[in-house]
Nanobody
Framework: VQLQASGGGTVQPGGSLTLSCTAS????????IGWFRQAPGKQRVGVAC????????YYAESVKGRFTISRGNARNTVYLQMNSLEPEDTAVYFC??????????WGQGTLVTVSS
């Protein structure tokens, strides 16, 4: 699976962005999808994920109540809606797919900058 993350940009604190994770020519229905982020000088950490069976979602404590991961009607896309953005959310955001065998595929990152 080839994934492409998009939708990053610069936004003021309190603003919103929606990131997209799109697969080329594949449905993502059979994959767990996760969003990770990597801030400058820091390790990559998990932000949110959605499972393949029931659409159950999981969030890092730092983004609970502000971020929402969802599957799009176009079955090859997963979104990360980010509200009430804070400067601490500044990072490169990556999406990853996990298949039933545990294989992973990472997309390239998209930069989110939260700054006044």
């Amino acid at each position: 699976v080839q994934l492409q993350a998009s939708g990053g940009g610069t936004v003021q604190p309190g603003g919103s962005l929606t990131l997209s994770c799109t697969a080329s020519g594949y449905s993502l229905d059979n994959y767990e999808i996760g969003w990770f982020r990597q801030a400058p000088g820091k390790q990559r950490v998990g932000v949110a994920c959605i499972d393949r069976e029931y659409g159950t979602t999981y969030y890092a404590e730092s983004v609970k109540g502000r971020f929402t991961i969802s599957r799009g009607n176009a079955r090859n896309t997963v979104y990360l809606q980010m509200n009430s953005l804070e400067p601490e959310d500044t990072a490169v955001y990556f999406c990853v797919s996990v298949d039933r065998a545990g294989g992973t595929s990472w997309g390239q990152g998209t930069l989110v900058t939260v700054s006044s």
